[in-house]
């Protein structure tokens, strides 16, 4: 356990220059006394690693010392780095575990190759938790990486409503959600996200763009995700289901089970869901019949009813 702490330490000492001793503390969880034991460890065994006091002080390591923990090729590092597993790894509780390997997997890097490897971390980011599998096309993708690349001005023809508008974009990143790719450019001083696949024309300009330089491509993407989510449409409805299919429930899309309770029957519950809108209820709710019903509102019953009686007519005649 101690040869892990140790090696954390060396390792935050390589990535982030000088830490105070508070710093290592909070970074590995102990106490600061015990950083100093660790310290020394460290510098009896032979790391250079050096003490510097005052209010500005702490520990460093020696200039141009580094310690090189994989064989990796810097092609394969730099894949590895574009992951952003974060969700899925705090699900599991291996969050720090993943950011313990990424941070030896850059500390392996040289400084230039370092940099390299925080731009395009600054520039892709991969969103695993897609809205749905596609098999969109991207023909423009090429050509808006490369002006993302070199921080070139874009032209791009993307739909406004029924027509196809012209815009000029400075290109900030790259996002794939799943199988989809956004583009995030700033139009008109305002941050805006853009489905490649909607793209009609993309086309590289000459004049270059100063990227701002408190902008963090991940960060901006989750508010955006929030914020859409926030945004979308609900239709409350109570529902009648049996208890072995709520967790189907549970992950399907467009409904969210706000509270169940159970019911006379044995096997079924009453839940208080969310659907988005009665259309996409109507779907939701035949997908499991006979193992549904709906209690309220009177209208989404209806609605259901009038599919059922639709489908049974269509049998009923022969068609």
């Not at 950011?99 to 991969?126: C, G, T, W, Y």
């Not at 909607?198 to 763009?209: E, G």
Request: with cysteine.
């Amino acid at each position: 356990m101690r040869a892990e702490r140790l090696l954390t330490l060396l390792l935050c000492l390589q990535h982030h220059g000088k830490m105070t001793t508070r710093q290592l503390a909070e970074k590995v969880e102990v106490s600061e006394r015990t950083i100093a034991r660790d310290m020394e460890a460290l510098s009896a065994a032979g790391i250079p690693v050096f003490a510097f006091r005052g209010a500005l002080g702490g520990w460093s390591l020696s200039e141009g010392y580094r310690t090189n923990l994989t064989g990796l090729k810097i092609e394969e590092i730099q894949s590895l780095l574009l992951m952003n597993p974060s969700g899925i790894m705090n699900d599991l509780g291996l969050q720090n575990n993943f950011d313990n390997a990424f941070l030896k997997l850059f500390a392996s890097l040289p400084p230039a190759l370092q940099r390299d490897a925080e731009f395009m971390r600054d520039r892709i980011h991969v969103d695993g938790a897609g809205w749905h599998q596609s098999q969109e096309a991207f023909p423009y993708l090429g050509i808006i990486q490369e002006a993302i690349w070199n921080e070139k001005k874009l032209i791009i023809d993307y739909p406004k409503d029924t027509t196809i508008s012209e815009r000029l974009v400075d290109p900030l990143g790259l996002v794939a959600k799943a199988t989809i790719w956004y583009l995030v450019a700033l139009t008109n001083g305002e941050m805006r996200s853009y489905r490649i696949s909607r793209i009609h024309r993309a086309q590289l300009t000459d004049d270059s763009f100063t990227r701002p330089n408190d902008f963090q491509l991940a960060a901006y993407w989750e508010q955006s995700t929030q914020a859409f989510r926030t945004t979308l449409p609900y239709y409350p409805a109570v529902i009648k289901i049996q208890e072995q299919l709520l967790p189907r429930l549970h992950q399907a899309r467009y409904v969210k089970v706000k509270s169940t309770s159970p019911t006379a029957n044995s096997g079924w519950l009453v839940a208080a869901v969310d659907f988005h809108t009665i259309e996409s209820a109507c779907d939701i709710i035949l997908s499991y019949s006979p193992y549904l019903k709906v209690e309220e509102p009177h209208e989404l019953q209806l609605a259901v009813i009038s599919r059922l009686q639709a489908s049974l007519a269509l049998y009923d005649s022969g068609f």
